[in-house]
């Protein structure tokens, strides 16, 4: 059991360097914040929070692929 918890240790799962990723380029891209709101004309309406989660489990799906290589 020994063994086994310290070669979990050192090496970090594809998912969680996938997820290191998305929080990464959803931070600089700003994809998946909400549109804040502002005095006069807007042209498009605020996106609906299903339309982020979906959103940002693409990002996460593309993200995925590329520490995987694929």
Do not use: W
Not at 23 to 28: C, I, L, R, S
Not at 31 to 59: D, I, N, W
């Amino acid at each position: 059991m020994d063994g086994m918890n310290s070669a979990s240790l050192g090496a970090r799962r594809n998912e969680d360097i996938a997820l290191d990723l998305l929080k990464f380029v959803a931070g600089v891209t700003g994809v998946g914040r909400t549109a804040v709101p502002s005095t006069g004309f807007s042209g498009t309406a605020a996106p609906k929070p299903e339309e982020h989660v979906t959103e940002l489990l693409q990002l996460y799906s593309r993200c995925l692929k590329a520490v995987e290589g694929k």
